[in-house]
């Protein structure tokens, strides 16, 4: 069994995670699921002892049942809040996160057969990128960059702890 890095200390949580930004003909691909009332992005947490470029690409294919290729390290985003869901309620979360592009592969199709590990089952969507604002989505960043493709590799620290 592998096991993500992260820990749980008191009440506070933390994880490191990979993920992907995946854009196709104008539009970003998002995930969904029955218990989130959000689209967030593909990814999951790295597990102990594996590169975060491996785990993005694993995340990639297990999520989508597609094998894309990463183009290059996009955002290294620090994220804090804190939690309300059935998975983080009551938690300080605290996310750290390498967000990769990936290569376009010049079609939509995915073969998802997705779960969350609350055993829901977890959609894909294509989402134009100029729409992206009519969405409740993760990370609230992804609009911003998509628009503004800066060259390298771009810090961003988010903090919804601050809005409450």
Do not use: Q
């Not at 009440?11 to 998002?30: Q, S, T």
């Not at 969904?32 to 975060?52: C, I, K, P, T, W």
């Not at 992804?142 to 771009?154: C, F, M, N, R, W």
């Amino acid at each position: 069994m592998e096991y993500d890095c992260g820990f749980t200390k008191e009440n506070n949580w933390f994880r490191y995670r990979a993920a992907a930004i995946i854009v196709e003909d104008g539009c970003v691909l998002l995930v969904g699921n029955a218990s989130a009332d959000y689209l967030y992005s593909v990814g999951g947490g790295v597990h102990m002892n594996e590169r975060a470029e491996d785990a993005v690409v694993r995340e990639v294919f297990e999520e989508t049942g597609v094998r894309y290729e990463i183009d290059r390290l996009a955002v290294i985003h620090e994220n804090f809040w804190d939690g309300s869901s059935d998975w983080d309620n009551g938690l300080h979360c605290h996310e750290l996160a390498f967000y990769y592009l990936m290569k376009p592969r010049g079609t939509r199709e995915l073969c998802s057969n997705s779960v969350t590990r609350f055993d829901d089952r977890e959609v894909m969507h294509w989402i134009p990128i100029e729409d992206l604002d009519r969405y409740n989505h993760f990370p609230t960043f992804l609009k911003d960059y998509l628009t503004s493709t800066p060259a390298g590799i771009v810090h961003i620290v988010t903090d919804e702890r601050a809005k409450k």
